[in-house]
């Protein structure tokens, strides 16, 4: 199971950490994703870890802003966003696969999914 969280109102210009907080597997045998769905838009990949590597992957739009981490022993994988834009308003999901997939930012190669957490930027 997954839980996102640390979503919320900001500024634009400003920074938020979301954290996604895994249970019941082990957080080093899985790929974990993040996806984003905009208002009227449909899910879109953000940022994916690699399970074992630890290789990072970054839509072209958060390259530079945001970073992915992932902290095994607290079984959370973070999401850091700098510099946030209204375009980054949406609720934001992560997601889990057991294998890696050079698909990361599509949604439909993800095995589990988080209940998403808001992400508002007001300019």
């Known amino acids: 199971q997954l839980q996102a969280s640390g979503g919320g109102l900001v500024q634009s210009g400003g920074s938020l950490r979301l954290s996604c907080t895994v249970s019941r597997i082990q957080l080093a045998n899985w790929a974990i994703g993040w996806l984003r769905q905009a208002p009227g838009k449909g899910r879109e990949g953000v940022s994916c870890?690699?399970?074992?590597?630890?290789?990072?992957y970054y839509a072209e739009s958060v390259k530079g802003r945001f970073t992915i981490s992932r902290d095994n022993a607290k079984n959370t994988v973070y999401l850091q966003m700098n510099d946030l834009q209204p375009e980054d308003t949406a609720v934001y999901y992560c997601?889990?696969?057991?294998?890696?997939?050079?698909?990361?930012?599509?949604?439909?190669?993800?095995?589990?999914w988080g209940k998403g957490t808001l992400v508002t930027v007001s300019s």
């Open positions: 997601a889990a696969r057991a294998v890696f997939h050079l698909y990361w930012y599509r949604d439909d190669v993800y095995d589990y």
């Open positions: 870890i690699r399970n074992n590597s630890g290789q990072k």
